[in-house]
């Protein structure tokens, strides 16, 4: 199955429809992770060249992104002047069918924003 995601065109995709969803470098990335449920996502340690995109594929759920606990997820104005902090999830609530966000490999210390549609928040 494929999902279109504005800008990137058609691209192969992976269905959640799990509460909890532990995310690898095999299965998923270079994939849409499509979410149908609400769910938690746990990112793999940081690799190079890994690339997630995470997709809220149905209205009204909640779609949570937890990093490793020694990586962070940074850019699209989160903390830290957009380089994250240390095992702090970014989530997407009640944002419409479609809303994504794009992760990829910044350096050891995390994941970076290269590409957003929709409201995210960042964990306190």
């Known amino acids: ?20 969803l532990t995310l690898s470098h095999t299965a998923h990335s270079g994939k849409v992770v499509n979410n149908t449920v609400t769910t938690t996502l746990t990112l793999p340690a940081v690799v190079a060249g890994m690339v997630f995109a995470i997709r809220v594929g149905a209205p009204g759920i909640t779609v949570t992104i937890s ?12 903390s830290n002047a957009g380089v994250g902090t240390d095992n702090k999830d970014i989530v997407f609530t009640n944002q419409p069918a479609g809303s994504y966000v794009v992760l990829t490999y910044a350096s050891a210390d995390g994941w970076t924003i290269s590409s957003i549609s929709g409201t995210i928040t960042e964990e306190a």
């Open 67 to 78: 990093p490793n606990a020694n990586d962070k997820i940074g850019g699209a104005g989160l």
């Open 1 to 20: 199955m494929s999902v279109d995601l504005t800008g990137f065109g058609h691209q192969e995709s992976v269905t959640n429809a799990a509460s909890t």
